[in-house]
Nanobody, 113 residues
Framework: QVQLVESGGGSVQAGESLRLSCVAS????????MGWYRQAPGKQRVWVAH???????NYAASVKGRFTVSRDNAKNTVSLQMNSLKSEDTAAYYC???????WGQGTQVIVSS
């Protein structure tokens, strides 16, 4: 069973940055597309970004130009660099193994205006 563990969340002011990380236990991590999602209070979980095994990336319109997803296959880690944070970015952030559907436990991001 693949396990994903996120870290890096916290409370920041609008305009500041945070970097989230997700470490996977899966030996085949390098061959997988990994996704980031978020769930704001009272709302459904939505897709934020993903990165394919060859490093291609795609972003939701709401974060494009501010967020950057990357991966380090040697460390089984996918990261989400979040810059110019806004109050509407406040949410629990989750990584997901897009092949197995396994989710991490989430990490909370709070952005104060």
């Amino acid at each position: 069973q693949v396990q994903l563990v996120e870290s890096g969340g916290g409370s920041v002011q609008a305009g500041e940055s945070l970097r989230l990380s997700c470490v996977a236990s899966d030996r085949s991590f390098s061959s997988k597309t990994m996704g980031w999602y978020r769930q704001a209070p009272g709302k459904q979980r939505v897709w934020v970004a993903h990165i394919t095994r060859d490093g291609s990336t795609n972003y939701a319109a709401s974060v494009k130009g501010r967020f950057t997803v990357s991966r380090d296959n040697a460390k089984n880690t996918v990261s989400l660099q979040m810059n110019s944070l806004k109050s509407e970015d406040t949410a629990a952030y989750y990584c997901r193994d897009e092949h197995t559907g396994v989710w991490g436990q989430g990490t909370q991001v709070i952005v104060s205006s």
